[in-house]
């Protein structure tokens, strides 16, 4: 119970929160979809499920970290892994999702960005061309950086 008031207030604090909704629904996910882009499968459809959270503790942790991020640049090529976040906030018996690209690069930094879905974050192959157009079409500006990596 005081780790649930500690990581409230935590969040209550910070206000920013990117797992905070503006329709009126729940502030945190009740499942968080995780995929990654991998160039060491360039023949597969990208990006690939690799795990999907639905325990409550663990979304809160998730989302703990999300909330302490803070504005930055984020270069391209500073991208070494790149992962698609999809965040599912329950709504009136329906889903509502909020779309984030998260990148960590070599120096253990991690970067989140709130994205509006589209075919274009989808690749039948993903090599180190597409991940570049991935990268540049998203933009340097609008990154948040992350205090610690996610526990993916």
Known sequence: MKKWLILMALCLMTGCSVSATETGGPAHPDIIYISFYSVEHADKSQPMLINVI???EDIMVFDAILSEGVEAEL???DAADIYYLQLDYP???QSQYRDFLYVTNDKNQS???ELFKSSQYGY????EKAKASL???IGNEGWLQLKSLLPI
């Open 54 to 56: 639905s325990d409550k």
């Open 91 to 93: 709504k009136n018996g």
């Open 124 to 127: 039948d192959a993903f090599d």
């Open 111 to 113: 970067y989140i960005k």
């Open 135 to 137: 990268m540049n079409s």
């Open 75 to 77: 270069k391209a090529d």
